[in-house]
């Protein structure tokens, strides 16, 4: 797979947002809380990429700044090729129907108002307008059968149907205008555990029938484990770890990963008895105000007075693991 | 017994059932719509309401044919004496008596009902176009288009708008028109604050996010996504504002400056009514006023009975 160039190539993606301070006059200067600091990563055509973080440390902000529905500060996403944070509004949406987006709350991602048919149908109508009403149609009836809703619901609304069942139309969405990638942000978070292995199992079978990319955003490390080739964990807008998803979970490269993997419970009461569960110090420290050189540092069990200085570089360690730590 | 308790539905009714549900046909969804058309069909006093003013609006368009009076004809018998001659009769055909010049009230409470209900029908449309479209394209560009097109609308609403109606009719003559242009320029700047308000916590809802995702265009979005979800807020306050234009207007026509004779409102009407009760003929007052409180009463209930359907969750 390494032979093939990539599908997307980010580099260097920085997303700040400009945050007033309570109270303050309109000329005082804006602190700046960088969501997105310095990320890159490359994704393969047809790999999933998981990306794993606590709440707050940018994933959903780095999907967001990729399909440009938030403004970069400085760096490159390169769509086979082309960069797609410089291109104009009207190139881009013309790249739109090549990704495609799923969301957390499946109900709220669809609109009360529309049919599921209509819904399903709108990136056909805004990408594909000359389709005639019958081919329109037939491909919804297609992708939705595909998706495992009865084509004879595209009548109802949204909001008569249960939260699985809106996520798979959101899939059907997604997947009408055949895209290269799907972005996944937290699908299926709002979803039982039941469901999720249905929505994740129907997944991973579009993604091998179609040969899709997937960028599978989300908090839940043992669901990522199951869909992931590889899996980036964020810390504070920063990447801390790129690896293997199976190196990933064998051997944890940074500390922080480590105590992620060490939190993740096990099925099995007896072994999670007896699980060590390594626990962080102190609390995230504020996305406003991030700790100099490594982010990580005033948490990390094994820092040192180096880790104060200068910020760890992303290190190949071989075995395609790549960790940002002074220490490994 | 038993039996006819376990089978809720008839077999036919099943058969339907099962064969709607059966490859060929699709099964009709019920949308919010429909829901919401169902609680206000529940509602009785909005319901009231409604055939209430529909009665009122019949009359309204349709009164004229059931009188053999015009509305400028003088009888010049009763003009002078109009306290003793001119008393609401059912014999002589004159149902609300005759007004001070001496013509047929009723006629003149028709044509009234037709001005005032014109005004605040076109008066709400014209706010709520201009409003919906103002506040949701204010809302949904935002940044600095919409701190320029907001502080506009603070400007204006900060001019006191009984005072620039009242330069309007002075300056460009007291005319119908001018007081449709009048009361339509203020009134849509509530509107489109609301609507402002609203398509900023739609913006940010996931459905809309997902369309911009998918690369639909800018204004395909607000008319396709915004428009439809505000519809139930901007009915709600269009119902409410037919009110309220009504009242302006009559309020307008009560201090002189509205509706000129020959033509007449409720406003005009009433107003006259005020001036001739000292002379013992409360009719010019009680027949006007009956017409406008009810409207009003209606149009309330109704939009009450309306909110009450589009978003039960606030009762």
């Known amino acids: ?328 | 017994m038993t039996d006819k308790l376990v089978q809720p539905f008839s077999q036919k009714r099943t058969a339907e059932l099962a064969e709607s549900l059966s490859a060929g046909g699709t099964i009709k969804g019920r949308s919010l719509w429909a829901d919401a058309r169902n609680r206000f069909v529940a509602n009785k006093a909005a319901m009231a309401s409604v055939v209430v003013l529909l009665l009122v609006f019949a009359f309204s368009l349709l009164g004229d044919y059931l009188t053999q009076f015009d509305n400028e004809t003088i009888d010049w018998d009763v003009m002078g004496s109009v306290k003793e001659l001119g008393r609401p009769s059912l014999s002589n055909g004159h149902w609300f008596g005759f007004d001070e010049s001496g013509r047929d009230l009723y006629s003149r409470v028709v044509q009234g009902s037709r001005i005032s209900l014109s005004v605040g029908l076109v008066g709400a449309f014209i706010a709520v176009m201009v409003g919906t479209l103002y506040g949701s394209v204010a809302g949904f560009v935002g940044g600095r288009v919409d701190s320029i097109m907001m502080r506009l609308v603070d400007i204006f609403m900060s001019i006191p708008y009984m005072f620039v109606l009242i330069l309007l009719l002075v300056v460009f003559g007291r005319s119908i028109s001018m007081l449709f242009v009048g009361i339509g320029l203020t009134a849509w700047l509530d509107m489109s604050r609301i609507v402002r308000g609203q398509t900023l916590s739609l913006k940010n809802r996931e459905y809309v996010e997902a369309a911009v995702a998918m690369g639909v265009s800018t204004p395909k979005i607000i008319t396709r996504h915004i428009v439809p979800n505000l519809l139930g807020v901007v009915v709600v306050y269009a119902t409410l504002l037919v009110p309220q234009m009504i009242l302006t207007e009559s309020f307008i026509s009560f201090l002189g400056l509205g509706v000129q004779e020959p033509d007449t409102s409720w406003g005009a009407l009433i107003s006259e009514g005020v001036k001739s009760m000292n002379y013992g003929t409360l009719w010019h007052l009680a027949f006007p006023l009956f017409f406008f409180v009810i409207t009003i009463f209606c149009f309330f209930f109704i939009g009450d009975g309306l909110r009450d359907a589009l978003d039960p969750k606030d009762r």
């Not at chain 1, 329109?136 to 249960?162: A, Q, T």
């Not at chain 1, 880790?307 to 570089?313: D, G, I, L, R, V």
């Open chain 1, 1 to 328: 797979m390494n032979d093939l160039s990539p599908l997307l190539s980010v580099d260097d993606l920085r997303v700040w947002f400009d945050i007033k301070r309570q109270g303050a006059m309109p000329w005082t200067p804006t602190d700046t809380l960088k969501a997105v600091d310095g990320v890159s990563f490359d994704l393969m055509p047809g790999e999933t990429l998981g990306i794993v973080g606590e709440s707050g440390c940018g994933k959903s902000t780095l999907a967001r700044a990729v399909m440009r529905m938030v403004p970069a500060e400085t760096g490159t996403a390169l769509w086979l090729g082309e960069d797609l944070l410089s291109m104009s509004k009207r190139e881009m949406r013309g790249h739109r129907k090549e990704m495609q987006m799923i969301f957390q709350d499946p109900l709220a991602s669809l609109d009360p108002r529309m049919t599921i048919g209509q819904i399903v149908a709108e990136p056909l109508k805004t990408h594909f307008p000359d389709l005639s009403a019958k081919e329109v149609k037939n491909r919804v009836r297609e992708v939705l059968d595909r998706v495992g809703i009865l084509p004879n619901m595209v009548n109802r609304y949204p909001h008569e149907f249960s939260g699985g069942q809106c996520q798979r139309i959101g899939i059907a969405r997604a997947l009408i205008v055949k895209p290269k990638l799907i972005i996944c942000d937290e699908p299926v978070s709002a979803l039982d555990v039941s469901i999720q292995a249905q929505v994740i199992n129907l997944l991973m079978e579009i993604q091998q029938e179609m040969g899709l990319s997937l960028i599978f955003i989300a908090h839940d490390l043992s669901v990522v484990k199951h869909i992931s080739n590889r899996v980036m964990v964020l810390y504070l807008g920063n990447v801390v770890e790129i690896s293997d998803s199976v190196q990933l979970y064998k051997s944890p490269g940074h500390p922080y990963t480590e105590a992620l993997i060490s939190a993740v419970p096990i099925p099995d009461p007896k072994a999670e008895k007896g699980k060590e569960v390594m626990l962080l110090d102190r609390d995230l420290p504020s996305p406003l105000d991030p700790p100099s050189g490594c982010v990580f540092r005033t948490r990390c069990p094994i820092a040192e007075a180096r880790c104060a200085e200068s910020k760890p570089p992303l290190k190949d360690q071989g075995n395609g693991q790549a960790v940002a730590c002074h220490l490994r």
